[in-house]
């Protein structure tokens, strides 16, 4: 789902709990859609950027697509972990890093 949604072979996602996040911005443009029973998705309403998801399965995180994120915190950001790990795209190649592997599966 997640591919679909950023139209991307994979997602970088920033996630917090939803009570450190400030949204900077107009907020009234901002749009939420329920992509699946447990998730939410929201995105700007005026471009159509994909900007969050949220969850029934991490209660109280907000995962903020790192794209949509102000460059100067992304860039102090290290990766943590790769998710959905046996979902990836097989033209990806291989990626040689020490991080963990979350081979979890899900629609949301």
């Known amino acids: 789902m997640c591919r679909r949604a950023q ?7 920033l996630g ?3 009570e450190r996040f ?4 107009d907020a009234d443009r901002l749009r939420t859609y329920r992509s699946s029973p447990e998730a939410t998705r929201s995105f700007c309403g005026r ?3 994909p900007l969050f998801f949220e969850s029934t399965r991490w209660p109280g ?15 102090q950001l290290q990766p943590q972990v790769h ?4 979902e990836h795209v097989p033209w990806i190649g291989e990626i040689h ?3 963990p592997r979350h081979e979890a599966t899900g629609s949301s």
Do not use: K, Y
Request: with cysteine.
């Open 7 to 13: 139209g991307a072979g994979f997602v970088t996602w």
């Open 16 to 18: 917090t709990r939803a």
């Open 22 to 25: 400030e949204l900077i911005g």
């Open 47 to 49: 471009c159509g950027t």
């Open 61 to 75: 995180e907000l995962h903020i697509t790192l794209g949509s994120v102000d460059p100067e915190l992304a860039a």
């Open 83 to 86: 998710v959905h790990w046996v």
């Open 97 to 99: 890093d020490s991080l």
